[in-house]
């Protein structure tokens, strides 16, 4: 059973940083994109970055300029390096595979990580 394992999340004043990381618990046989979705108190899960095995990425606008999505993909690794950030950015950070053949045979699915805080407060 695949595991998204995330670390990297914690409490930080507005205008630091954090880095989250974000990694599969067994090798997959195949997927595409890979990225980070953010859920804070009283409203609905969103995107904030997204990254193809290629490179491309997707932003959302509120992030744009202050988040940088990266991934190695020799580890299957994501990480988002979080600058300037504010106390709106204060939620739970996500991760995410849209889909994804763990084995060979299996049906794709997608995948979401446990969630790790990412907490935004003087």
């Known amino acids: 059973q695949l595991q998204l394992v995330e670390s990297g999340g914690g409490l930080v004043q507005p205008g630091e940083s954090l880095r989250l990381s974000c990694a599969p618990s067994t090798s997959i046989f195949s997927f595409n994109a890979m990225g980070w979705y953010r859920e804070a108190p009283g409203k609905q899960r969103e995107m904030v970055a997204m990254i193809t095995r290629s490179g491309s990425t997707n932003y959302a606008d509120s992030v744009k300029g202050r988040f940088t999505i990266s991934r190695d993909n020799t580890k299957n690794t994501a990480y988002l390096q979080m600058n300037s950030l504010k106390a709106e950015d204060t939620a739970i950070y996500y991760c995410?595979?849209?889909?994804?053949?763990?084995?060979?045979?299996?049906?794709?699915?997608?995948?979401w990580g446990q969630g790790t805080q990412v907490t935004v407060s003087s």
């Open positions: 995410y595979l849209p889909w994804a053949i763990v084995n060979m045979g299996d049906e794709n699915r997608e995948y």
